[in-house]
């Protein structure tokens, strides 16, 4: 049974460019949430998707999007990248209705760097 | 805004020694969660508690959540070198799927 997976794993970009992340959920879990955690620092929560459409949304720019596919996948977007943006995106499924209950299951992250 | 103020940011202890933090949150939480992040790992789950009051153990860890749903600790029992990293609660505010976390508690075993 695999757990979140989440790709790439690393990533180096300049200011201005985009990225896009990706991401699978813990088998049977059908709500995808994402998360920015800077060095040292808690997971701050950038937005959630439940069947294919964002359910909540934290205190992030619209230069940050996402997407939710029919097998419950996600991506993340970033347009624009700004140098405050380098940090560990994490990718937490999870199913509202089941054995897991709320309990976020995260993936390693992709550790995302901007020069 | 919503906040949850997690204490200490840093808590170094000789092994065997016990290990405590703390969280407070702004406004009352339907429920908390406690998770570990190891150094360069992902956060893992370990506990939710929901009910007002409520302690939970799993060994040598003890969770609390206070009477008024909205501060909640988790102390650990002779610390071991495995019990190594940083420790958050996290919250959520009623009919909000957003979970609010504390900044975490590092603890740091010295040798």
């Known amino acids: 049974d695999a757990g979140v997976t989440q790709s790439p794993t690393h990533l180096i970009k300049t200011r201005g460019q985009q990225v896009t992340l990706r991401c699978s959920p813990k088998s049977g879990h059908d709500t995808v949430s994402w998360y920015q955690q800077a060095l040292g620092q808690g997971p701050q929560f950038i937005f959630q998707y439940y069947e294919e459409e964002e359910r909540q949304r934290g205190n992030f720019p619209d230069r940050f999007s996402g997407h939710q596919f029919p097998n419950y996948s996600s991506e993340l977007n970033v347009n624009a990248l700004l140098l405050g943006d380098s940090a560990l995106y994490l990718c937490a499924s999870s199913e509202l209705w089941g054995d897991d209950g709320e309990k976020l299951f995260f993936g390693s992250g992709t550790q995302l760097s901007v020069l | 805004g919503q906040q949850v103020m997690q204490i200490p940011q840093y808590q170094h202890v000789q092994e065997g020694e016990d290990f405590t933090t703390y969280c407070n949150s702004s406004?009352?939480?339907?429920?908390i969660q406690w998770y570990k992040q190891r150094p360069g790992g992902h956060p893992v789950f370990l506990i939710q508690l929901v009910k007002s009051g409520e302690v939970k153990k799993q060994k040598r860890l003890t969770f609390q959540f206070g009477e008024a749903k909205k501060n909640s600790s988790l102390h650990i029992t002779a610390t071991q070198t495995t019990d190594v990293g940083t420790y958050f609660c996290?919250?959520?505010?009623?009919?909000?799927?957003?979970?609010?976390w504390g900044a975490g508690t590092k603890l740091i075993i010295k040798p």
């Open positions: 406004t009352t939480l339907s429920n």
């Open positions: 996290a919250g959520h505010m009623d009919s909000n799927y957003q979970l609010i």
